[in-house]
């Protein structure tokens, strides 16, 4: 659904953008993750087709932004972070206006607009004016005018900015939705934990330019050199980790109060093996489990400990 080759945004001599490669499926949701100025923000207007390239290629549906900028609109709906809305019009004739800009028949929009407001749960302020609307109320009414038009791909610059706990839950549940209508979803936030947990893929720019992609478990493949293991113990601490020295892909093994942290270098298989025999050999083992590296740890690492916008 989308391709980008090569891009490149300079002002003057600052690179803003710099030989940016990435390629995402259609129906997928991507995570887009950096520090402040790192790029993302450019990257997803050079995408909507607000800014223009310096160089480089950025293909939507098989279509050449840089070359068919007002036909690529009908493809694209984008969220920015900071957005204007209209308080002195009621929720329906806001989305009434958006759907006219988009030529929309007349006779088509109630229809629409009543969809897209029952998506976002929203149907029972169809007769409010904006600005009486709560901030969380407002992101998704702003979303729902991203998708007045049908579009087949998303771009989200943290749509989840400044909302409560509550309503990210809607929103992130709101994005599931999209994604089985088979939407294609770009989307950056500062509020890494929840990417993981949502997309089907993440991608961690840097000063321009790419520096890991891929899903969340490829990703701390490619960070981490080994996995790690963690069991608690009722007792027998000492022979639990004795049985532990006695396979060849655990090392550097660290005790704690009936708890022991390894290296663990295999595959689900092996680990399973290891279960079995801490079990047979009479070790009451309470919890024995993968410890997941987070994409905080990995953002950390990658941006040399770049502050997440």
């Given amino acids: 659904m989308l391709k980008i080759k090569d891009l490149v945004k300079t002002y003057g001599k600052f690179v803003a953008v710099n030989n940016l490669n990435l390629e995402i499926p259609q129906g997928e949701i991507y995570g887009f993750v950096g520090p402040n100025g790192a790029g993302k923000t450019t990257t997803m207007k050079i995408i909507s087709g607000l ?10 549906d098989n279509v050449d932004v840089t070359r068919n900028s007002r036909k690529i609109k009908e493809s694209i709906g984008y969220m920015p972070d900071f957005f204007g809305v209209y308080d002195d019009l009621k ?4 989305l009434d206006f958006y759907a006219s800009i988009y030529k929309i028949k007349e006779k088509e929009r109630k229809k629409i607009t009543d969809d897209l407001l029952e998506l976002v749960d929203l149907s029972n302020k169809r007769e409010s004016y904006v600005d009486s609307l709560s901030r969380g109320m407002k992101q998704r009414l702003c979303l729902a005018r991203s998708l007045i038009h049908n579009p087949k791909l998303l771009i989200l610059d943290e749509p989840a900015s400044g909302l409560d706990p509550r309503a990210r839950v809607e929103m992130k549940e709101i994005l599931r939705n999209l994604k089985d209508m088979g939407k294609t ?7 890494l934990s929840e990417l993981a947990e949502l997309c089907t893929h993440i991608g961690i720019i840097d000063n321009g330019k790419m520096v ?3 899903s969340v478990s490829e990703i701390m493949q490619q960070v981490y050199s080994s996995r790690v293991i963690k069991l608690k113990v009722n007792d027998k601490l000492e022979q639990a980790e004795m049985v532990l020295k006695e396979f060849p892909n655990i090392d550097k093994i660290t005790l704690g109060e009936n708890t022991i942290q390894a290296g663990f270098e295999g595959s689900d298989q092996d680990m399973s093996r290891i279960l079995a025999t801490l079990v047979t050999r009479g070790i009451p083992v309470v919890t024995f489990s993968q410890l997941d590296g987070n994409l905080e740890d990995v953002f950390m690492k990658v941006t040399r400990g770049g502050e997440v916008q």
């Fill in 51 to 60: 800014l223009t390239a310096t160089s480089g290629e950025v293909m939507v």
């Fill in 91 to 94: 929720v329906t004739e806001y």
């Fill in 185 to 191: 979803i770009l989307i950056s936030s500062h509020i």
């Fill in 212 to 214: 890991i992609s891929g």
